[in-house]
């Protein structure tokens, strides 16, 4: 049973975390040959200001 984390910045919609999620399963699949209903995607969000890089928080970055 292959289970993948991935932790992503909080923000995207509802549809581009099913793609996402569609996607990694889809590529787990075809790289294990594992069967899609065993494969778990976990989507860890993290919001915006406890993630940092060289000390300066996304929600502090200028765009």
Do not use: C, F
Not at 29 to 54: F, H, M, Q, Y
């Amino acid at each position: 049973m292959p289970i993948a984390n991935i932790h992503i910045l909080e923000g995207r919609n509802v549809e581009q975390k099913r793609h996402l999620i569609a996607e990694v399963t889809d590529a787990i699949s075809r790289s294990l040959g594992a069967d899609p209903s065993t494969i778990k995607v976990l989507l860890i969000e993290i919001p915006k200001e406890n993630w940092a890089t060289a000390g300066v928080t996304k929600a502090e970055e200028k765009i």
